[in-house]
């Protein structure tokens, strides 16, 4: 169910989302969405999956649940800042603008989840979506022997040893900023091509957050295994259907308003 669509660097065309996966209109969108009581797909987590991000063996699923600086949870940075945004799903050229746009709507500075990236894969020769040397800085490619045969965790361990490694993490995540700078007029294209006001995604996002604090909460006390449904989006209001039979009263048709 995975969305097959690839272009260069990370960006997908917002235009060319099969309409089971993305449906346009009425000025607004909208995106279908899997709940698991617990997905069979190595994890084994509770939560939601955007339906075009199936598949995808690097996902895992989110709940409601947020972090400690960020007022909404993963499964809305996914939302909006991947995949209406016109960026992959997964990989790290995809994450270092995702965290941009999430940067453009809450404020926080991304810097420390780029150093994270940096020390968890990135050192150790992890890049998802492409290979290490299409990731890699000029900079740090010019350090590098030509015709040497090593592989990627080797190569990193070799500039480490140039640079040191607070230099090295440094340049990364310089890297990091860079690439996801270059993202920012894609999104705004994307948005502005869904006729959604990428002024109004701060609004979007939190409303958003409150519309899945109810249905999550629900589907968690009512014990659902699987839950199909939908989630509509424009400049006014964010909606969740129940796509299925599975009707849940309580939560099927529920709206809440873009402040």
């Known amino acids: 169910m995975m969305i097959s669509i690839t272009t260069q660097g990370g960006y997908r065309n917002i235009k060319e989302y099969p309409q089971n996966l993305l449906r346009t209109g009425d000025g607004g969108v909208q995106v279908p969405v899997t709940y698991k009581k617990e997905w069979d797909d190595g994890f084994g ?77 990135i050192l150790n020769g992890m890049v998802n979506g492409e290979k290490l040397m299409d990731f890699l800085p000029a900079d740090l490619l ?16 070799y500039l480490r040893e140039q640079l040191g490694k607070d230099h090295l993490i ?32 701060t609004e979007i996002a939190l409303a958003l957050q409150k519309l899945l604090g109810v249905v999550d909460q629900t589907v968690e006390e009512l014990e659902v295994d699987e839950l199909h449904g939908v989630i509509s989006i424009d400049n006014r209001y964010v909606t969740f259907n129940i796509s299925d039979n599975n009707v849940i009263d309580s939560i099927e048709s529920y709206r809440v308003p873009v402040a």
């Open 45 to 121: 987590a509770r939560g939601w999956k955007v339906d075009a991000t199936i598949g995808d063996p690097t996902i895992i699923a989110s709940t409601r649940e947020t972090g400690q600086r960020i007022k909404t949870s993963v499964f809305i940075h996914d939302i909006l800042d991947h995949f209406l945004s016109g960026f992959s799903v997964s990989g790290h050229r995809s994450e270092a603008m995702a965290l941009i746009q999430l940067s453009k709507r809450t404020g926080s500075d991304p810097a420390s989840d780029y150093e994270q990236l940096v020390r968890e894969d």
């Open 170 to 201: 440094k340049s990364l995540v310089d890297n990091f900023f860079s690439l996801g700078k270059k993202g920012e007029n894609h999104a705004e294209e994307s948005w502005k091509t869904l006729g959604l006001d990428a002024n109004k995604r």
């Open 142 to 157: 010019a350090l590098l022997p030509e015709n040497a045969s090593m592989t990627d965790k080797e190569t990193m361990a």
